[in-house]
C-alpha cells in the first residue's frame, strides 16, 4: 500500500506522517511526502503510484490547489482514495467536485485523521484485486475497467480489447495481460481470452458472447476452458 501526503508545509506534513504510522498496517516504508509541485509534475508525466493520497487544498503561490490536483487523482488514478487535511473549510464545498472518502481539519487531525485512514484502508481493501487494468498505448496509459472487458484478442503484435464502451488496443502480450485480470477471464485459444460474464453459450469447439461474437476454443485449451467454465457456473449456481 502506497501513501502520498502531499503538503506545502513540511512541518504539517510530518505531523500528518507521525499520526498515520500509529493507525494499523501503515509502515513508514508506506509514506512518502511530496511538495505540490512534486506532485503535479509527477502527474503530469504519469509517474506517480498512490493508493492513499493525504491532500492538503490550499497552496502558497501556486497556480494550482488540492482540489486541482485531486481531479488529476481521480482522472489518472481512479482506485486511488484521497482524504482532504486542511486547516480552513473554505473549500469545502468544492472537494464535493471530487471523487474523496474523508475531509479532516489539520486542528482535529490527531483524533479524525486515524478514523479517515481506516475508512480509506478498508476502501482499498474491499476492491477487487485488479478492478481496473492500467495499460500502455503509444507512451500513453489507459485505464479499463475489467466489469467492461468482454473480450480481448491477439492480432499479430497488437491485443484488441473489445469492451462496452468500445475497442482498445496495446502492444503488450496478451499472457501478460491475463496476469492482470481477475477469476472471470477465460483463455480458450492461443489468441484469446473471454470474460465469463458475457458468455452466452459454450459449444464443444466455440463460444458466443452475449453480444453475438463466435470465440474458437483452440484444442490446446479445449479440456482446461471447459472445466474453468464448469467451474464458474457451479460457483454462480
Same mark, same amino acid.
Given at each position: %500500500?502506497?501513501i502520498?501526503?502531499?503538503?506545502?508545509?513540511?512541518?504539517?506534513?510530518?505531523?500528518?506522517? &507521525?499520526?498515520? $504510522?500509529?493507525?494499523?498496517? @501503515?509502515?513508514? *516504508?508506506? #509514506?512518502?511526502?511530496?511538495?505540490?509541485?512534486?506532485?503535479?509534475? /509527477?502527474? *503530469?508525466?504519469?509517474?506517480?503510484?498512490?493508493?492513499?493520497?493525504i491532500?492538503?487544498?490550499?497552496?502558497?503561490?501556486r497556480?494550482?490547489?488540492?482540489?486541482t490536483?485531486?481531479?488529476? !487523482?481521480?482522472?489518472? $488514478?481512479? $482506485?486511488?482514495?484521497?482524504?482532504?487535511? &486542511?486547516?480552513?473549510?473554505?473549500?469545502?464545498?468544492? @472537494?464535493?467536485?471530487? +471523487?474523496?472518502?474523508?475531509?479532516? $481539519?489539520?486542528?482535529?487531525?490527531?483524533?479524525?485523521?486515524?478514523?479517515?485512514?481506516?475508512?480509506?484502508i478498508?476502501?482499498?481493501?474491499?476492491?477487487?484485486?485488479?478492478?481496473?487494468?492500467?495499460?500502455?498505448?503509444?507512451?500513453? %496509459?489507459?485505464?479499463?475497467?475489467?466489469?467492461d472487458? +468482454?473480450?480481448?484478442?491477439?492480432?499479430?503484435?497488437? @491485443?484488441? #480489447?473489445?469492451?462496452?464502451? /468500445?475497442?482498445?488496443?496495446?502492444?503488450?502480450? !496478451?499472457?501478460?495481460?491475463?496476469?492482470?485480470?481477475?477469476?472471470?477471464?477465460?483463455?480458450?485459444?492461443? /489468441?484469446?481470452?473471454?470474460?465469463?460474464?458475457?458468455?452466452? &453459450?459454450?459449444m464443444?469447439?466455440?463460444?458466443?458472447?452475449?453480444?453475438?461474437?463466435?470465440?474458437? #476454443? /483452440?484444442?490446446?485449451?479445449? &479440456?482446461?476452458?471447459?472445466?474453468?467454465? %464448469?467451474?464458474m457456473v457451479?460457483?454462480?449456481?
Amino acid at each position: %500500500m502506497k501513501i502520498i501526503i502531499c503538503d506545502d508545509e513540511r512541518m504539517d506534513a510530518e505531523r500528518a506522517k &507521525t499520526i498515520l $504510522l500509529s493507525c494499523k498496517c @501503515v509502515q513508514e *516504508e508506506d #509514506i512518502t511526502i511530496l511538495t505540490p509541485q512534486e506532485m503535479h509534475l /509527477g502527474l *503530469e508525466v504519469q509517474d506517480i503510484k498512490c493508493d492513499i493520497a493525504i491532500m492538503d487544498i490550499e497552496y502558497e503561490n501556486r497556480q494550482f490547489n488540492g482540489i486541482t490536483l485531486s481531479k488529476e !487523482l481521480n482522472k489518472k $488514478l481512479p $482506485l486511488c482514495q484521497i482524504i482532504y487535511l &486542511t486547516w480552513v473549510l473554505e473549500f469545502a464545498p468544492e @472537494v464535493y467536485d471530487t +471523487i474523496h472518502c474523508y475531509f479532516v $481539519l489539520k486542528q482535529n487531525e490527531e483524533k479524525m485523521l486515524p478514523r479517515a485512514m481506516e475508512k480509506a484502508i478498508q476502501i482499498y481493501c474491499d476492491q477487487e484485486d485488479h478492478e481496473i487494468i492500467e495499460l500502455r498505448n503509444h507512451g500513453k %496509459m489507459m485505464y479499463i475497467r475489467q466489469a467492461d472487458i +468482454i473480450y480481448a484478442e491477439r492480432q499479430d503484435r497488437i @491485443v484488441q #480489447i473489445h469492451t462496452t464502451q /468500445g475497442t482498445y488496443q496495446c502492444y503488450q502480450s !496478451l499472457t501478460r495481460i491475463m496476469k492482470l485480470l481477475g477469476r472471470n477471464f477465460l483463455r480458450c485459444h492461443g /489468441g484469446y481470452v473471454v470474460n465469463y460474464n458475457y458468455i452466452d &453459450t459454450v459449444m464443444r469447439e466455440s463460444v458466443i458472447l452475449s453480444n453475438g461474437t463466435e470465440i474458437p #476454443i /483452440g484444442r490446446t485449451y479445449r &479440456t482446461s476452458f471447459h472445466e474453468q467454465y %464448469m467451474r464458474m457456473v457451479e460457483q454462480h449456481v
